[in-house]
């Protein structure tokens, strides 16, 4: 088993401990003192919200892309009409490996 991963998510989460102690001047407070559930909903909202802005941003990456390949393949279409070759198979697939959806 790789204990690697764990360990650096370990880290990770040691290293946000740190950056919360200086930003707020204190370790996290474990008594009545922070509502621990709002600020948890809170933060869950954040999350929201920044995820919500990477799909957007992997959407108009992929469509980008989408929109080469499609630009590319026309042109090359009209260059060589023979596509059965392995040359442009070769092509067309590493084309596809920018369009693949993850």
């Not at 740190?18 to 474990?30: A, R, S």
């Not at 992929?62 to 442009?88: G, H, Y």
Request: proline share 1%.
């Amino acid at each position: 088993m790789n204990t690697g991963n764990n360990k650096e998510i370990l880290e990770m989460i040691a290293e946000r401990l740190v950056f919360g102690k200086k930003e707020h001047g204190e370790e996290v407070p474990i008594d009545d003192t922070r509502d621990h559930l709002q600020d948890s909903l809170e933060e869950a909202l954040d999350l929201a919200v920044y995820l919500a802005a990477k799909i957007i941003e992997i959407k108009r990456r992929e469509s980008k892309w989408l929109i080469a390949k499609r630009k590319i393949t026309m042109i090359c279409s009209k260059l060589n009409k023979n596509r059965s070759t392995t040359k442009w198979k070769k092509w067309m697939n590493s084309l596809n490996i920018f369009t693949k959806k993850t």
